[in-house]
């Protein structure tokens, strides 16, 4: 199952010692719907375990071990999952679109999946033509 919305927001913060990247529709009048990604921002943080926590429109849909990989372009964020969440079984790809986000969120977004997934680079595909 694939799951599709248009993103009114997306870029990262880092907050606590924790980057929090993602996306949402928040601004728009379709149901809610958005994603996040963490990591924590120190790579040497003595309990990083490497691992990237992904999230999925509620805490439940939230957990370790849940990405297969992520495919940035300009136009969209393409998600691939290992596994489905209980919000949503089956669910297998998120694609979001991000056209009509503004550029410096799309360069904030960018600039902090590159440190999300700094321990697994072979997972993340940015595309920035």
């Known amino acids: 199952m694939e799951l599709r919305f248009n993103a009114t927001e997306i870029g990262c913060v880092e907050e606590n010692d924790v980057l929090v990247c993602g996306a949402s529709n928040s601004k728009s009048e379709d149901p809610d719907h958005y994603v996040t990604f963490q990591q924590w921002a120190d790579p040497d943080y003595e309990d990083d375990d490497k691992r990237i926590h992904f999230q999925i429109d509620d805490q439940i849909n939230g957990n370790y071990d849940l990405l297969a990989s992520c495919s940035v372009s ?23 679109s991000c056209d009509a986000c503004p550029q410096e969120q799309f360069n904030s977004l960018v600039a902090g999946l590159r440190r999300v997934f700094r321990d697994r680079p072979e997972d993340l595909h940015i595309d920035q033509q």
């Open 74 to 96: 300009r136009s969209e964020i393409s998600i691939l999952l290992l596994r489905d969440v209980p919000w949503h079984p089956g669910l297998e790809r998120i694609v979001i």
